[in-house]
Each structure stands twice: as C-alpha cells, then as structure tokens.
C-alpha cells in the first residue's frame, strides 16, 4: 500500500442485487474505468474469452481477479479496492442472495452506502425488495438504485420512470426516501463513470459521481466512545510487564489519561499509553486500530465494550428484543440453543417468544407463527445464558448487530431494537456507576485469596418456610471455620430489620428493594475475601439476576432445600440431613476450587 493510499479516508460500499441484474459488470467497469486493475489483466481476460471463442463481459474481470487471491492481490471474492483522488473505496459484492445475507450481516455490517441494481428489462424482483428491507433493517442510509441494462430497453425513459415508481413506493413504505435513481448499462459504460450520449433526457449522475458524493460520517468520531476488545497481549521478556489491549476504534476518539470502563464487567482504569510500533501516540480516533495500556493490572477479556467514564455506557442484559433474518435450513424455533456474536462478544441463547414473522417481499406479517423459516424475518424476544454489552442498533449501528450461529454455521442476522428487562439495565447502570467511584484497596482480592487459602464466596441457601435453611447456614458455618476458613453467616433478618428498617417488610411490594440492599451489603462483605452464607426464603430467578448484577464476577453458589423448586439452583435437595448437606456443599466448593 502506497502512502499516498495510506492518508486517503476509506468507504465501505454494498453492491446488491438480484442474480444476474449487473452487479459484476458495473464493478467490473468501475476498475475499469478508475484503472484499477493489476497490469495486463484486462488484456489476459480479453484474450481468455477470444480463445475461448465468446464475447468478453466485465463481470468476467471480477471471476478472474478471485483466481489471484491467493497470490496476494487486494481482491477477494467478496470485496475489491480501488481509490480514487479523493479517497479510497471498499466493494462489498453480493453475488446471489443467500452469499449476499452472509455477507451483510458479517464482513457488510460496517457498510456506510449501498448500491442496490435493478435489471431494466426484468424489473423489480422479490429479492430487489428483500435487499431493500434489509439494508433499511441494518441501518444503511446512504442508499443509491441503479437501473441496469438499460441497453435492452432501448434507453427508455419510460422503461425506467415505471421501475423508479414502483420501487420508490416500495422504499417509503420502509421510511428509506431521498433515493437517487440512475439509468445505467454497465456493459456498454452509459452512466458508470461517464455521461451517457444515449440517455440524454437524464441530467443526474453518474455511478462515479454518486460513489464520490457520499458522505463518511463524521458523527463517528463526534460521538461517545466505543470499542470492542478484540485481544489482550501480555510481554513477559527483559522485564516488560506490559498489557496491551487492542482493537479498532468504532466510535469517538480515546486519548492518553482518559478513565475508561470496561462492559459487561465493570472494571475501569485509566490509559497509561497508546503503544504505536512507528511514533508517540496520545490519541486515537474512530476507524483505525489501536493497542494501549493500563494503569491497573486488570484481567480484561475479548469481547468487552470500552467506554468513557463521563459518557454514556453501554447498556448491559440477559434479554433482547430483535429484528432476525434467518438463513438456515432448519427453522428457527423457541426453546433451542443457538450462538450470537456481536462484535468480538459470544454468548448461548434461546428464543423466548416469537411476536411476528414478516414476508420481506409483501411486508406482510404474521403474528401467529411460532417459527421462523428460512429467508424470513421475525420480531424475537432472546434470552441470554451470558450478560451482553451492546447498545440500541438506531444509536451505535455497529454495537446493535449481530449474527446468529447454529451449528458451527452463520444462519441468521439481525439488529437489536429494545430489551424488556430495563430495571435490571439501569441497576446495571448504577453497579457501573458504583464502581467507577469505588475506592480501590491497598490490599487486592488476590492478596487476600493467597492469605486464607480460599476464595471469596457466596453461598445461598433457600428453600419453603420450614425447610431448615439456618440449620444447615449454621452447621457450614461452623464446619469451614474449623478448618480455618474465613466464613459469616448472615439471615436475611439481619438486612431486613437494619439495613431495610426504613422500608416495608411484609409482602412483595418491596421485594426487589430488600434483595437489592441484600447483595449489595454481601458486595461489600465480599471484597473482604470471605465465604459468606446468606439465607433467603424463596428466592427466585429474578431474585439471583439482581445478585450477579450487583456482585458481579464473585463465586455465588444456591443451594435449594424441598421439592419444588422456584430458581435454577447448583445444589438441590429433598432431605432433612444437614450433615450430609453440609458435606455436599464442602465438596462443590472444592471442585470449584473454592477451597483447597
């Protein structure tokens, strides 16, 4: 790469289209046209095609430019490079609909223009429709329609006046208007890159000039920060201890001495250096890659959002509501475990509930149909085994989508658009906010966990009234003492008849309210490096999502005591025998390595 190319600001354009309406040729044309191509392939594929006794094409140029992918040309069989003076472009091809979707919603989810390709001749398909709805649904709003083949109709305006009708009715009905319509015949060049003399009743632009006038959107470094961390580098040689986290900027801009906090986690520290193999850095802004360092030695995993202290913060949840596409041959249907990533994070999830399920064509939808099959879209509520960091798809696009695996396969795409469970969100807002202010120790969890010999824990053992959980709180208790563990049991009366003195005790009306204070008081007796046992009569799912919010990466083990169960626990029991519970416990503390 030339420095010239270097200091050029890059766009990622989408090229969509139904089969065979010309997306090859107009790309092949605009290589042409912008000589970008590699010296003498376009004489080689002539006299390929002459050999081979057929008439070249310029979609041609496109197949045999994958051919040299693996001798290390800029050109693959999805994307190609090519600059002009005023900047440099990636071309993300779409060849087909199925390889289009994959690509979409992987490698095209960072496109910030589209060129959708409509066949004079053939008209509007479903799939010109489909492409439409999806480029709306993953927030692309630069999008131009070129109206190809216009050679076969005689350079009609009318032809292309019916096709600029008919799809422009379409978009509205996706809130997508100020969409430029071009007439174009990538075989013969009208309109690619030059003015057509055949069309002379059109006064627009041409594909060139639309490619050059979109716009790269500044808001991106206006914006608050965001960037994922796509790794964690650790030099251990001649005394370097330094651990670089690296990864691109998305959002914003990130500079030496800012506060950062890391999400779902909620560690924060401050950069301590931008490391650049070439120069001293002090900043960074969005879309180059970066690595940096920390004040703190902070365990930071890939997958994490990094944000600003005095910005706003992602939000963080086990539950999503979203738009999917589904690409797979089997059904997407409720209650299977399937695999989302989003950005460089990965979590299990199932489907919860389907509200409807759309015909991208008709944009008709059904609010019946319990699964969803292949090429549709339905409204999904998910339910995640992880908490996930992401943010809305309309505010930061790029932290919004995410595509769907099952079955080591990408068989689906889509965009997050609200998530149901927003007190949960925002206590999470408040364990950030908590923990940005929090007041560090002198002495760290691992200091402490070396010193006693175990880990900090909490161990929660629930059950019906009557159900004997103080018996058994009490003789754990006593049992991890003897061998020298550092252990208190503390009932649920202690909170409630201290802590909660200044709220209602009785019924459910502040259950939520008591069991907030409850973890964040076992929060605190947490960071002291003790095994903590608390009992809860009852305690349900919503009940433990509050506690793994509020202490966050601390060892919690349940322990349910009866037959009917009310949260998914590590431990059940139907028995009354407190030493052989005791005992079970001891031994899942061990196997976790809890306790030596």
């Known amino acids: 790469m030339g420095e010239k190319l270097k200091n050029k600001d890059s766009l990622q354009i989408v090229f969509a289209g139904h089969v065979d309406h010309g997306k090859s040729t107009i790309i092949g044309r605009l290589l042409v046209d912008t000589d970008s191509l590699p010296t ?9 095609c002459q050999n081979n006794s057929k008439p070249f094409e310029y979609a041609f140029l496109l197949d045999a430019l994958k051919e040299e992918q693996s001798q290390g040309i800029t050109i693959d069989s999805s994307r190609c490079f090519f600059e002009t003076d005023k ?28 060129f959708i390709v409509i066949d004079a001749h053939e008209g509007v398909m479903e799939n010109s429709k489909r492409h439409g709805y999806l480029l709306a649904m993953l927030g692309i709003k630069q999008i131009n329609v ?43 060049g009208d309109n690619v890159s030059q003015k057509s003399l055949n069309m002379s009743w059109y006064d627009g632009k041409t594909v060139l000039e639309a490619l050059e006038s979109f716009e790269i959107n500044d808001e991106v470094i206006d914006s608050d920060f965001r ?44 950069v301590k250096s931008i490391e650049n ?40 949840s086990k539950k999503l509501i979203a738009n999917i596409f589904w690409m797979g041959k089997e059904r997407l249907v409720i209650g299977k475990d399937y695999i989302l990533k989003l950005g460089t994070q990965k979590t299990v999830f199932q489907i919860e509930e389907i509200l409807f399920v759309m015909n991208t064509a008709e944009l008709s939808t059904d609010q019946y149909k319990k699964e969803i099959d292949q090429n549709e879209i339905g409204r999904v509520v998910l339910v995640l085994k992880n908490i996930l ?34 007190e949960i969100s925002q206590l999470r807002e408040n364990v950030n906010l908590r923990n940005l202010n929090w007041i560090n120790n002198s002495v760290s969890s691992e200091m402490r966990c070396e010193k006693y010999g175990h880990k900090s824990c909490l161990i929660i053992i629930s ?57 964040e008081v076992c929060n ?65 503390l061990q196997s976790r390595s809890i306790i030596n």
């Open 389 to 422: 960091a992401f943010e809305i798809s309309d505010k930061f696009p790029n932290f919004g989508r995410f595509v769907v695996v099952d079955d080591y396969e990408i068989c689906g795409g889509g965009i997050i658009i609200d998530y149901p469970d927003k």
């Open 524 to 588: 605190l007796m947490l960071q002291t490096g003790l095994i903590l046992i608390v009992t809860i009569q009852e305690i349900e799912c919503s009940d433990l999502e509050i506690f793994d919010q509020v202490i966050g990466e601390h060892n919690r083990l349940t322990v349910w005591l009866g037959s009917e169960y009310s949260c998914n626990a590590d431990l059940k029991f139907d028995v009354s025998n407190s030493e052989y519970i005791s005992d079970e416990i001891i031994n899942l």
């Open 87 to 114: 900047r440099r472009y990636i071309i993300i091809d779409a060849p087909g609909h199925i390889e289009f979707l994959r690509n979409m919603v992987t490698g095209a989810s960072r496109a910030s223009a589209a």
């Open 227 to 270: 960037m994922s961390v796509q790794d964690v580098y650790k030099f251990t040689g001649k005394g370097d201890e330094r651990r670089i986290i690296a990864g691109m900027v998305d959002y914003g801009m990130l500079s030496v001495g800012d506060e950062i906090l890391f999400s779902p986690s909620g560690k924060k520290s401050k």
């Open 146 to 188: 070129l109206v190809n083949k216009m050679d076969l109709v005689s350079f009609s305006e009318t032809d292309f006046l019916k096709i600029k009708e008919n799809y422009s009715e379409f978009l509205n009905s996706l809130s997508i208007s100020d969409i430029s319509f071009i007439p174009v015949s990538g075989f013969y």
């Open 40 to 48: 003498g392939k376009l004489e080689f594929v002539k006299k390929m």
């Open 463 to 519: 059950g019906k009234k009557g159900s004997g959980r103080k018996k058994i709180a009490r003789l754990l208790e006593t049992e991890l003492f003897s061998s020298d563990k550092i252990v208190f049991y503390m009932g649920m009366g202690n909170i409630v008849y201290g802590v909660d003195a200044d709220i209602k005790c009785s019924g459910n009306e502040n259950r939520k309210e008591h069991i907030r204070r409850l973890s």
């Open 277 to 316: 193999f070439e120069r001293e850095e002090y900043s960074v802004k969005a879309g180059y890659s970066v690595g940096f360092t920390l004040y703190d030695q902070l365990y930071i995993k890939r997958g994490e959002i990094i944000s600003k202290k005095n910005e706003t913060h992602p939000i963080c």
